[in-house]
């Protein structure tokens, strides 16, 4: 399960800032998840709820931000988000990885994320943002 191994790395990484700062409590923890990343939000929050338990992040809420594809053609100078085409084999989507105007490989802007972008923590008695 990708979605499990990508939280795990998360939350190991949220608790080693915590450690940092001599955090008590983790209160909020925000996620920028690109649309080229197919982690799945359900499946995230799932192993989140799991991987909290019996930790600092306990009551931690979980947001997850998406963040739309983006990409660029370096030949034409295209711009635009990812469409998609359906393999009818497999019935499944993948993304189209090239331009629309002239047909070259694009490159993509955004879209693989998978960043923590903010982590709330209360620290004694005051809750700090970062
Ligand atoms: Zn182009």
Redesign the pocket.
Known sequence: MHEFSTMQSIVNAVLEEAKKHNAKEISKVILQIGELTFLGKEQLKFAFDILKEGTIMEKAELVIEDVKAKIK?N????EGGVEYGLKDEFHIYFPILK?P????N?EIVKGRECNIKSVEMEIEDATIKR
């Open positions: 053609c030949y034409c100078g295209y331009c105007n002239c047909g070259k694009v």
